[in-house]
């Protein structure tokens, strides 16, 4: 069964330094997103990426964030100025557009030192 | 706005007891729903779904849930709990255009032995 991956599994950074997660979504999918989930929090959505550019993003999405779809495959989230209060889990979805399920990679564990 | 309630952020049961979860929405169309589970530190398995039709639906591992349109639910029931089932539990929401999920806060079930 197609999967949605996520690499690095974890990622530890220290502050101020550009991190980027990476997603391969299913193959046959047209959207995407990345959420967020702080430790004992709910998560919450950052983005939606549709047609090669993004149609959605929330006010936690703000100009250190970045969204890259650089292939067919890959779909990346850019952190450039990484700060303390971004120590998160990160999943990416992707969405094939027939219905509204989305499917949620394992999740990037980012730990800002 | 689209919203998601889950009104427990804590319950505890004891193993073989029954068990209900509530989540109340707030969406002014037919909404799209889904209950998640997260074990500490992982990824968010999907546990039902519901899009349209029939109001009770199945999911996995013995879960059902309610649509109930008059009351802006979707409740989640298990008949007989096992100590497996303590997670958190996530109800979501599709919210808008895009397709973004709308998450509540959780509730952390405990089980007892």
């Known amino acids: 069964e197609p999967e949605v991956t996520q690499t690095p599994s974890h990622q530890v950074t220290q502050m101020g330094q550009e991190v980027i997660l990476r997603c391969v979504p299913i193959?046959?999918?047209?959207?995407f997103y990345w959420y967020r989930q702080i430790l004992g929090q709910k998560v919450e959505f950052l983005v939606s990426?549709?047609?090669?550019?993004?149609?959605?993003k929330s006010e936690i999405f703000d100009d250190q964030f970045s969204v890259e779809r650089p292939d067919g495959s890959n779909f990346t989230l850019k952190i450039r100025s990484t700060k303390l209060e971004d120590s998160a889990m990160y999943f990416c979805?992707?969405?094939?557009?027939?219905?509204?399920?989305?499917?949620f990679g394992p999740g990037t564990r980012l730990t800002v030192l | 706005a689209q919203s998601v309630t889950q009104p427990d952020i804590h319950i505890t049961v004891s193993e073989g007891a029954s068990l209900e979860l509530r989540c109340n929405y707030s969406?002014?169309?037919?909404?799209?729903l889904f209950w998640y589970v997260q074990s500490p530190g992982q990824g968010l398995q999907l546990l039902l779904k519901y899009f349209s039709g029939d109001t009770l639906v199945q999911g996995i591992k013995g879960f059902e849930a309610e649509f109930k349109r008059s009351q802006s639910s979707f409740n989640l029931r298990k008949p007989s709990v096992h100590w497996s089932d303590a997670a958190e539990y996530f109800c979501a929401v599709v919210g808008g255009g895009t397709y973004k999920y709308i998450f509540g806060t959780g509730t952390r079930l405990k089980v007892l032995a």
């Open positions: 969406y002014g169309a037919t909404p799209y």
């Open positions: 990426f549709y047609n090669n550019e993004i149609s959605e």
């Open positions: 193959s046959n999918h047209l959207y």
């Open positions: 979805a992707s969405l094939d557009g027939t219905d509204n399920e989305q499917f």
